[in-house]
């Protein structure tokens, strides 16, 4: 395997001052990013020589950027706290613990390197997978929608209990409607939002379906997913005196406003945790594929 601090640091480039997609580098580059850079594409270079029997492409011929999947995955990681997963601690409690397999799945993934070597189906869905493992993110199979989401929802409700904030998983609430059924809300918690118990519904959303591609902007997914819940159950809420907060993973590890303002929130009331709460929750996010990755 290579170098894991190289593979890391060849994550972190800064994007605006080294074109890594054409393999330039600007005027204001420093040395060590010049030496990154090489780093990664070296390391591209490897593995394009490696897989190409299969038939796998990361560039457009034609204008040699990488080809939209590959381009809005590299986006998509540049965003705030999306690497930091790779500062967590152990701890089994907070699902903090990855194999060494998983791990450097994850990482494969991360740098664009594909993770099968032939066909092969997914394990809870028998859907014939890519090389890369794109399905995993976004598999249904064996409830794995629902997987996730229950993942997200345990680990938010173990933060918020660490605090010492009183809070109720799958609390049910009245909310005003013509049926008026119970809507169980995914983790309730009692006097948060000055004084106003906060009602948090949980999403996670895989930015790179076909739909998403077109017309790809970093964050288009989790503010589109923001949008759709607020219309839905904001206007109940407040009726009712709850806050609403409508918490939006995306499978690279970026966050909504309202799921940053929340966890800022916790943060506050925990004495500056804030960078502890975002490597939880990026953590879950790539600890969601792993497990899907490998049918867990």
């Known amino acids: 395997m290579f170098d894991p601090v190289l593979v ?14 054409r393999n330039e580098v600007s005027s204001s580059t420093s040395p060590t990013q010049k030496h990154l850079a090489g780093v990664f594409n070296l390391v591209l270079h490897k593995e394009f020589l490696a897989t190409s029997g299969n038939n796998l492409r990361w560039f457009d011929k034609s204008t040699g950027w990488f080809l939209p999947r590959n381009q809005a995955l590299l986006q998509s990681f540049t965003q705030q706290h999306a690497l930091s997963f790779l500062l967590a601690l152990p701890m089994e409690g907070l699902h903090l613990v990855m194999s060494p397999v998983e791990y450097r799945a ?78 169980p809300a995914n983790l309730l918690v009692y006097a948060f939002y000055d004084g106003k118990t906060v009602c948090v519904d949980i999403s996670v959303v895989h930015p790179l379906t076909s739909r998403g591609l077109v017309g790809f902007k970093v964050g288009n997914a989790v503010r589109g997913q923001e949008s ?69």
Request: charged share 15%.
């Open 8 to 21: 890391f640091l060849s994550s972190c480039l800064s994007y605006p001052s080294v074109n890594v997609l």
């Open 106 to 183: 994850i990482l494969r993934y991360r740098l664009l390197m594909p993770l099968y070597t032939g066909r092969c189906h997914c394990p809870h869905c028998e859907h014939v997978m890519t090389l890369f493992g794109d399905h995993a993110f976004c598999c249904g199979g064996h409830s794995g929608s629902w997987s996730r989401h229950n993942f997200l929802r345990d680990t938010l409700a173990a933060l918020v209990r660490q605090v010492g904030i009183l809070r109720w998983e799958n609390g049910e609430v009245h909310l005003p409607s013509s049926s008026g059924d119970l809507w």
């Open 228 to 296: 759709t819940k607020n219309e839905k159950y904001l206007s109940g809420c407040q009726s009712i005196g709850l806050e609403f907060v409508p918490f939006v993973l995306d499978t690279t590890g970026g966050l909504g406003k309202s799921s940053i303002r929340f966890l800022e929130k916790v943060a506050w009331i925990d004495d500056g945790a804030e960078s502890y709460l975002r490597i939880c929750v990026s953590s879950c996010s790539y600890t969601i594929y792993a497990s899907a990755y490998f049918g867990l």
